[in-house]
């Protein structure tokens, strides 16, 4: 055996090991996900300048958004003003960068938004890992 081949082989069968693992713990009755929803995919949310999902709206299914300057939004602060968590979990801060004030949200609908977010969103990411106190739909 060569020395290329002795290294790949290993790997090989570390690579065939897991996914033969991953397949023997999925059920036969298992809802096979369409090609929008991967492991890998952070999800999806749809941010609406006015509340009550009114006025112009931004999907966002990859990635993050630091700011929502790019949105189009009418207000001259780029804020959204509800949401629509379609899946995943978010983090939605009510200043760019990730800043301000933060809340996480999962899949739900939030018509309207309360405290310091009540200015509205200027920034969203997934969360892989969501926290304990997440916000719930209205």
């Known amino acids: 055996m060569n ?3 002795r290294s790949v082989v290993p790997l090989m069968l570390a690579l065939a ?3 033969a ?3 023997q713990s999925e059920s036969a009755n298992a809802p096979v996900a369409d090609s929008q929803s991967t492991a890998l995919s952070p999800g999806r949310i749809t941010l609406y300048e ?3 999902f009114a006025g112009p709206r931004v999907t966002i299914e990859s990635g993050m958004a630091q700011s929502l300057d790019w949105a189009n939004f009418n207000n001259p ?3 959204a003003e509800s949401a629509r968590v379609e899946s995943g979990t ?3 801060c009510s ?3 990730f800043q301000g004030e933060c809340r996480v949200v999962g899949p739900g609908d939030y018509a309207t938004l309360s405290g310091a977010l009540a200015s509205g969103i200027a920034s969203a990411e997934p969360v892989v890992r969501p926290q304990l106190g997440a916000l719930t739909p209205q």
């Open 77 to 79: 602060l780029h804020r």
């Open 90 to 92: 978010w983090k939605i």
């Open 17 to 19: 090991a897991t996914a």
């Open 21 to 23: 693992w991953a397949n």
């Open 50 to 52: 006015y509340p009550n």
């Open 95 to 97: 200043d760019r960068a």
């Open 3 to 5: 020395r290329c081949t």
